[in-house]
């Protein structure tokens, strides 16, 4: 049913793109706006779990983010001070896939990027829409431009504050404050460390990720108590390194061997699952726009890309759009409740002071449920 359909994509992040790969690849005549006229991405690494990689293999993109990132046979679980506790609980899913990576945000939208420009999407940068007009057999779009075209469907993959969504979607709601701050940092890697560490028993949970031969990101959550979310470069460095004061391990090290060059972030968090329906008429959401979740289980890119794939399958195997976006919901809903639900559950663990034990055996059979497939 999507051969020929005129599809437009709100948002060219991770979602949007993997939506733009498999409608184009279906045969849709995609056009991908993106507001940002270098769409660009900030540069953190990412984890890509075991579930997340198996819907980049279906994506076709599997060899390439292996070949760019880092991938591991699991991650451990320390104490804050550097006592190895367990091997996080993380399933196997499926023959030739890696438990677990992770990459450089830049170059997995790279690597997303050269497939989207591949089909020949249409692709118009510095972009966005300011109405939609559902009509009986398709929609009415008004960019900011001032230019007006009509296509069969819209996707709004504009993230956690959608416009799309504002725009058309009235029963929602804006994405909620979980109480934590996500600090990360880009830089070197600790000699000593091969796959992913995490670090539990610290009012301050952190962790480490490898994303390139050489490179990893720390990761730290902290309360959010302050007011703001903005600091400057110097107030970033200086206040990460006290953050990690008391921590051991590789923690350690990172504290003793970052620079002011390195790239790092503060970012308050904030999840919401959106009640449905997540379609109106022809204009639909998928990723962060109907499923923000933080980033406990990191697993919020994974979920958006399955439910790029899950709608490109439902629209495709449809008779009308509107029965492929009833069947996309009901696929995507459930399993998206568990990812946004036990994310801000194993939040409020951490802010709790919960045991390490605890901790992980939440994020383990939060995991485990995840390689059920979709
Ligand atoms: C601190 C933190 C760490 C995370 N770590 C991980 C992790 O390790 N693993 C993981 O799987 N997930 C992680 N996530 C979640 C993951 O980043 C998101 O779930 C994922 O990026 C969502 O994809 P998306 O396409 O919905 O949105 P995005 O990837 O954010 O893309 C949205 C795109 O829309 C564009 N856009 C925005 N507004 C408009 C507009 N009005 N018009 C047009 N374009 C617009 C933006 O420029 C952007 O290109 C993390 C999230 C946070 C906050």
Same mark, same amino acid.
């Given at each position: 049913?999507?051969?020929g359909?005129?599809?437009?994509? /709100?948002?060219g ?5 993997a ?5 184009? =690849? ?10 940002d ?11 890509i ?9 279906r ?6 983010i292996k070949e760019?990132?880092?991938i591991?046979?699991?991650s451990?679980?320390?104490?804050? !001070?550097?006592l190895?506790l367990?091997?996080?609980?993380e ?5 030739g896939?890696?438990?677990?990576g ?26 966005s /829409? ?8 398709g ?20 993230s ?6 504002r725009m ?25 460390? =091969? ?7 610290h ?11 050489d ?12 007011r703001?979310?903005?600091?400057t !470069?110097e =107030?970033?460095?200086?206040r ?16 003793e ?18 009640p449905?329906?997540?379609h109106m ?13 933080t ?23 449809a008779?009308?759009v509107? !029965? ?9 809903y =459930?399993?998206?409740r568990?990812?946004?639900?036990t994310?801000?559950?194993v ?6 002071? !919960? ?17 059920d497939?979709?």
């Amino acid at each position: 049913m999507i051969s020929g359909k005129r599809i437009l994509i /709100v948002g060219g992040g991770i979602g949007g793109m993997a939506a733009a790969i498999r409608l184009g =690849e279906l045969g849709g005549k995609v056009t991908l706006i993106d507001i940002d006229p270098e769409w660009r991405v900030y540069g953190a690494g990412i984890t890509i779990t075991g579930p997340t990689l198996r819907a980049y293999r279906r994506l076709g993109l599997l060899d390439a983010i292996k070949e760019e990132g880092a991938i591991a046979k699991g991650s451990t679980i320390f104490r804050y !001070d550097g006592l190895r506790l367990q091997q996080l609980d993380e399933p196997a899913l499926e023959e030739g896939l890696p438990a677990t990576g992770g990459i450089m945000r830049p170059k997995l939208h790279r690597i997303m990027q050269a497939r989207v420009k591949a089909l020949d999407t249409d692709i118009r940068l510095g972009l966005s /829409v300011s109405a939609l007009e559902n009509r009986d057999d398709g929609v009415n779009v008004t960019f900011t431009d001032g230019t007006q075209e009509r296509f069969d469907l819209v996707v709004g993959a504009d993230s956690i504050y959608s416009a799309v969504r504002r725009m058309a979607f009235p029963h929602m709601a804006e994405a909620q404050p979980t109480g934590q701050g996500c600090w990360r940092v880009s830089m070197k890697r600790p000699p000593t460390l =091969e796959s992913g560490e995490i670090y539990l028993g610290h009012r301050y949970p952190a962790g480490i990720n490898r994303c390139a031969q050489d490179m990893v990101y720390l990761w730290m959550l902290t309360p959010h108590e302050h007011r703001e979310a903005h600091f400057t !470069d110097e =107030e970033l460095f200086t206040r990460l390194q006290d953050n990690m004061a008391d921590f051991g391990g590789n923690i350690a090290w990172v504290r003793e061997n970052m620079t002011r060059n390195d790239w790092i972030n503060y970012r308050p968090l904030a999840a919401a699952l959106q009640p449905g329906p997540w379609h109106m008429g022809h204009i639909v959401l998928l990723g962060d726009a109907v499923h923000a979740t933080t980033p406990h289980m990191a697993s919020g890119a994974g979920m958006a890309v399955e439910s790029a794939l899950v709608l490109a399958e439902e629209l495709d195997r449809a008779d009308t759009v509107e !029965d492929g976006l009833v069947a996309y919901e009901a696929r995507r809903y =459930e399993r998206c409740r568990h990812v946004v639900e036990t994310s801000i559950a194993v939040g409020k663990m951490q802010l709790a002071g !919960d045991p390490p034990e605890s901790i992980g055996a939440a994020l383990g059979a939060g995991l485990h449920r995840l390689a059920d497939d979709y």
